[in-house]
């Protein structure tokens, strides 16, 4: 049914897990179409709050009668399992042809199919990369499309969020590798930023994330483009950008190149690049207390977590760096743990929040504390509990202080605490 249909030739619209970070941006592109957009989630967020004020109907908690009547096409986040109400309800609509229900993948992939699409790949860096192409894109006047992982902070993306409106052919959009989602994506251009070992509770082993990248290369046209990091190492960046970091400067490197295949000179991209204000949680400046600096960052792998505290440390080496660190899963946390120890000895002084678990059920073994006291060997470390807990400790140590929460899931809810 999904192939034989245009799924965004409907009016009305229903997400589970709409609070999702990529889904939203598709939530959020049909609303500005003037289409009927309602979605659950299992919690209210940000996200879910700036959906309802563009006129979405969002359900806090997942349940069959979430699907209305109305209900012509159901789009569902991976995370969703088949188990999941909504979804059961969905499978049950379909198989009497009451409505068409795709992932978001499948949606994002119906969407690249008829637009000229720049896909922006690899474990890392692809968030900053690919707002960085929209940017860059938009400021020379191609009118891109794009969705990003993130939210855009530039000043000309304001109100844009997770997504950008445009009227061109050209859509940028971050493909992500997780069970092999990107490879409902039709590239012209493919950026691979890097590839690591990542979503090991899904992938086998690094040799089976390679070969998902192999595949994805493979359904670019022989008129297209794959651009590694060979295809960049010669362009130079020698002013400053405003995102710090030498991860930034090669995330810069690869944007400028896939702007050079589409015409754009490198001085003016540097120059378009120059108020490029970042993402969303990637090293993003929250405030001062105290005299000490907050920085929230996404960081959640422990290449992540290098690049991030090497960037501040460099920006600021008269300040102490404290690391307050969220893991994102219990299975990345036991398989990479002695990866996770190493990289956060950059910092002076750690902190680890509890271990945020989703698609998971709780082994009862791997935990914060057990993180806290294996970086502990070596930097003073501990485990903290809540957002009241790390601002008394935080009280103890002199300022000046650079502090950094890190991690994929709700850490960036305690910066607010923290500069109250």
């Known amino acids: 049914m999904f192939l034989n249909m245009d799924i965004f030739n409907k009016q009305n619209y229903h997400f589970i897990g709409i609070g999702g970070i990529g889904i939203s941006a598709i939530a959020r592109m049909l609303l500005l179409q003037g289409k009927n957009v309602s979605g659950s989630d299992s919690s209210q967020s940000e996200i879910t709050d700036d959906l309802e004020k ?27 399992t088949e188990e999941n109400p909504e979804r059961l309800e969905a499978r049950k609509r379909e198989g009497e042809e009451k409505i068409t229900c795709v992932s978001y993948p499948q949606a ?3 969407l690249s199919k008829n637009m000229y699409t720049i896909a922006i790949s690899g474990t890392h ?12 894109l938009k400021k020379a006047g191609l009118d891109p499309t794009v969705i990003v992982g993130s939210k855009m902070l530039s000043d000309e993306d304001k109100g844009g969020g997770n997504f950008m409106a445009g009227k061109s052919k050209y859509l940028v959009v971050e493909a992500c590798e997780y069970k092999r989602s990107f490879l409902n994506l039709y590239p012209t251009i493919l950026v691979i930023t890097n590839i690591d070992a990542d979503h090991l509770d899904y992938y086998k082993d690094l040799d ?15 008129d297209g483009f794959v651009i590694t990091d060979k295809e960049y190492s010669q362009i130079e960046i ?27 000179e490198q001085s003016k991209s540097l120059e378009y690049l120059k108020d490029f ?49 969220e893991a994102h899963q219990q299975s990345r946390t036991r398989l990479l743990f002695d990866d996770f120890v190493s990289a956060l000895q950059i910092a002076d002084q750690v902190f680890i929040a509890p271990i ?7 082994d009862g ?19 903290v509990s809540n957002a009241g807990e790390l601002k008394i400790e935080l009280e103890k140590i002199a300022p000046p202080l650079c502090v950094v929460l890190m991690g994929a899931g709700n850490i960036y809810k305690w910066t607010p605490v923290l500069l109250s």
Request: charged fraction near 25%.
């Open 54 to 80: 563009l006129g979405a109907k969002i359900f806090i908690g997942q349940k069959a009668e979430n699907i209305t009547d109305e209900a012509e096409v159901v789009i569902y986040t991976v995370a969703a």
């Open 108 to 110: 994002l992939g119906e």
């Open 125 to 136: 860096g692809k968030t900053t990369t690919t707002a960085m192409v929209g940017h860059i």
């Open 208 to 222: 089976d994330i390679k070969s998902a990248f192999a595949e994805l290369k493979n359904k670019v046209p022989e």
């Open 238 to 264: 020698i002013e400053p950008l405003s995102v710090p970091g030498e991860h930034n400067i090669l995330n810069a490197k690869a944007a400028i190149r896939v702007a050079e295949i589409l015409g754009i």
């Open 277 to 325: 204000k970042g993402t969303w949680r990637r090293l993003e400046y929250k405030g001062e207390k105290d005299g000490n600096i907050f920085y929230d960052d996404y960081a959640h792998h422990p290449s992540e977590i290098t690049a991030s505290l090497s960037a501040l440390k460099e920006k600021y080496p008269d300040r102490k760096l404290v690391a307050v660190f």
């Open 356 to 362: 945020f678990i989703t698609r998971e059920i709780d």
């Open 365 to 383: 073994e791997t935990t914060n504390e057990k993180l806290a006291n294996a970086v502990n060997i070596q930097k003073p470390a501990g485990a």
